[in-house]
């Protein structure tokens, strides 16, 4: 229904993440470079939250 009003080659939103539709920008370069660290001086379980989409 979606896909063929709005002229869609997919379904934009599925339940399950689509690397396809990954936006790189720069928060995430951010969060991703601390997780690195983090990980790599061994300091254990981290959490990332965040709303839907973010």
């Known amino acids: 229904m979606y896909t ?19 936006f790189n920008q720069g928060e995430y370069s951010r969060v991703l470079g601390r ?7 061994g300091r254990g379980l981290m959490v990332m939250a965040g709303p839907i989409g973010t």
Do not use: R
């Open 35 to 41: 997780m690195i660290d983090s990980l790599s001086a």
């Open 4 to 22: 063929k009003h709005f002229s869609l080659e997919s379904l934009p939103f599925e339940n399950v993440p689509d690397p396809a539709y990954f």
